[in-house]
């Protein structure tokens, strides 16, 4: 007898039945593998700053490293970091139920955080409203809980913003909960106040979970972006998901965190038990630093944002000399939501895959398709690039628009 190999076919589980690649990942995985065939691809795709990490937050991790912070931390992180998050956190919550370090889960960056959220929160036979356009990971993580993510479509004359109405709308017995991101990515659409009051009182007379992913609230053109604790008056139902990457330009140190009601708290800090342990404790470190001393951070970030506005600045007056290119003017994060579907292209994934494609491929300029988050006719467009590099970009996008309007 002879023995034979039997080679069989990689069947995918059903918990991943659904999955795709994150296309902002995606994009940026193949504008560095262009860059390495020796192509001078400009990356408009990224979502981070491309700013260095502060040196005094540098100098705090290195002090770490030498001072032992080499072994595990607890699960949910070292203490002085949930002290200084809590801290933060109290300054602009008004409710009884304080936050306290116990209601606090420090994970590795701030998509853990809100992975595990959907994984505790929801299951089979769930609905979940997703604001959309919305971050291309939510409607992937919603799923990958097996629940079902129902994307709500913004209102085009309010920067693509939903409203309580439209929630309410979508909503159906099944519903369980809604993912908030204020300021947007990809639109860099900022809710204000009233805003999130409405939306939070629907989901309060409804009794949904709030998650509230508010990675970008710092990088805001008008001042700090509320936050779902300046208006809430109970933390019951809320979910606060934050982190150093985008404020503190520390996309690499991997360190998030979610404030939630202390029984999800647990059950969060209990799946991340079994998963990853506790975020990286260097960088646990280098954040203790980032959220405790104010006199460094606060300069540093109002000289990034300053940065971001006059790259927003120079390419919303590129755009605006092109009227057949639908822009939103974004109030906060780093990014530019388009409206291409006036050009001729078309694709599987709609206009702005098409648009995409040809500009990456004619012009060297990478971007996101708007499918990745569920408005394929758009595309976006990161600012957080060189001023010289983003001018460029833009420049080479109308031409782009030009060769395909239809
Ligand atoms: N949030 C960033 C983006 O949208 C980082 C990439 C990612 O994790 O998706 O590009």
New binding site residues.
């Given amino acids: 007898m002879t023995e034979m190999t039997v080679r069989r076919a990689f069947v995918p589980s059903p918990n991943i039945a659904q999955l795709k690649e994150?296309?902002?990942?995606a994009v940026?995985a193949r504008a560095k593998a262009l860059r390495a065939a020796g192509r001078r691809v400009i990356d408009l795709?990224?979502?981070?700053p491309d700013f260095d990490t502060p040196e005094f937050i540098r100098r705090a991790a290195q002090r770490a490293i030498d001072a032992g912070a080499t072994r595990y931390t607890a699960t949910e992180g070292i203490l002085p970091l949930r002290e200084a998050i809590a801290t933060l956190a109290n300054a602009d919550y008004r409710g009884d139920d304080r936050v306290t370090p116990g209601d606090i889960v420090v994970s590795t960056?701030s998509?853990q955080s809100l992975f595990n959220a959907c994984f505790v929160l929801f299951g089979p036979g769930d609905e979940v409203l997703i604001p959309t356009p919305s971050?291309?990971?939510y409607y992937e993580m919603v799923a990958l809980a097996r629940a079902e993510p129902v994307p709500v479509l913004g209102d085009p004359a309010n920067g693509l913003k939903v409203t309580a109405a439209a929630l309410a709308a979508a909503a159906t017995p099944a519903t369980k909960g809604v993912m908030l991101n204020s300021p947007c990515?990809?639109t860099g659409a900022v809710y204000d106040r009233a805003e999130l009051e409405s939306i939070l009182a629907l989901a309060e007379e409804r009794g949904w979970w709030v998650i509230s992913d508010e990675?970008y609230r710092r990088i805001a053109y008008a001042g700090v972006a509320t936050s779902i604790l300046e208006v809430a008056s109970s933390r019951d139902r809320v979910i606060l998901v934050d982190g150093v990457?985008k404020a503190y330009a520390m996309?690499g140190w991997r360190i998030g965190w979610a404030i939630a009601p202390r029984a999800v708290a647990q059950a969060m800090g209990a799946l991340q038990s079994h998963s990853t342990s506790n975020a990286a404790a260097v960088s646990q470190h280098a954040a203790v630093a980032a959220l405790t001393d104010r006199g460094a951070a606060e300069p540093s970030i109002a000289h990034m944002v300053g940065e971001f506005e006059r790259r927003r600045d120079a390419a919303l007056a590129m755009l605006a000399g092109e009227p057949g290119i639908g822009v939103i003017p974004p109030d906060g994060a780093f990014?530019l939501f388009l409206d291409v579907s006036g050009t001729r292209g078309n694709s599987r994934n709609g206009a702005g895959a098409a648009f995409a494609q040809h500009l990456l491929e004619r012009h060297d300029v990478a971007v996101?398709p708007g499918a990745a988050f569920y408005t394929p006719d758009w595309v976006?467009l990161?600012y957080a690039a060189p001023l010289d590099q983003v001018v460029t970009g833009v420049q080479r996008t109308v031409a782009a628009f030009r060769e395909m309007k239809s």
């Fill in positions: 994150s296309a902002t990942i940026s795709g990224a979502g981070e960056g998509k971050w291309t990971s990515n990809p990675i990457a996309t990014y996101v976006r990161s």
